[in-house]
């Protein structure tokens, strides 16, 4: 998959502004000039890995979330999912992936 920095740019803006935080506010946190900022969230330029994870620690989302626009599930529903077991013995959790990346890939061939 290729990564469209426009779509991630605007999810990035999308979730800074959900938290009410203004450009300088994400920047400063994150280390970088808000104009820098600015051209991230408008997908005019990319960013280094380490730039991306101090994003997405600031605004406290998963990168799957800003690459792919895959939300990430509380964590107590990860954990549930992980510690419990169906009839068969198979484990909910490695169903509940397939299940996601299932409509991860249908959703991508829209």
Not at 9 to 24: F, L, P, S
Not at 40 to 58: K, N, P, Q
Request: glycine share 6%; with cysteine; hydrophobic share 40%.
């Amino acid at each position: 998959m290729d990564i469209d920095y426009v779509k991630m740019g605007t999810k990035i803006r999308q979730v800074r502004k959900e938290k009410g935080w203004t450009q300088n506010m994400l920047a400063e946190n994150c280390g970088i000039s808000a104009h820098f900022l600015g051209h991230i969230e408008r997908g005019a330029r990319s960013m280094s890995l380490e730039t991306f994870v101090h994003i997405c620690r600031a605004l406290e989302v998963n990168a799957d979330e800003l690459l792919w626009d895959i939300p990430q599930l509380p964590e107590a529903v990860i954990r549930n999912l992980k510690n419990k077991q169906d009839d068969q013995g198979r484990n909910n959790y490695a169903m509940y992936l397939r299940i996601v990346k299932s409509v991860a890939d249908a959703m991508n061939e829209a």
